[in-house]
């Protein structure tokens, strides 16, 4: 049995057990999807993880933030935002709620810059010709 699971998993484990307890015994569904049952009942009382509901309330001020900038600020920017906000978390789970919601920077409005090819072979060197004649 994989000791470290994935949260996502496990919570729709206890969503399929939940919809199929008619059905079938909670520990014959807890054995078969590898959950334990304690977690199941744990789950049943509070089913939404405080890190969840903290990340809700954070993406809901990230997408303020991003909404602000038109979209131009990244993670790092966002993050600022944040700090200034007076709200305490850290850079990375910034860039983790960005990605995993399709947050993503546009480039800034940059001047862009023309370079030119060599004048010579823009324009025929007209005095070399009247210095061969």
Known sequence: MDTKRNCSHVRL?????EANKKRYSVEAMCRVLEVAPSGYYAWLKKPISERDQE???LLRLIRASFDRS???YGAPRVFLDLREADETCSKHRVERLM?????????????????AGKPA????NLLQQIRTI
């Open 13 to 17: 484990a206890y969503q399929f057990i």
């Open 55 to 57: 990340d809700a309330r």
């Open 70 to 72: 038109h979209g131009i």
């Open 99 to 115: 990605r995993e919601n399709g947050l993503r920077a546009h480039g800034g409005f940059r001047i862009r810059r023309v370079v």
């Open 121 to 124: 072979i823009l324009t025929p």
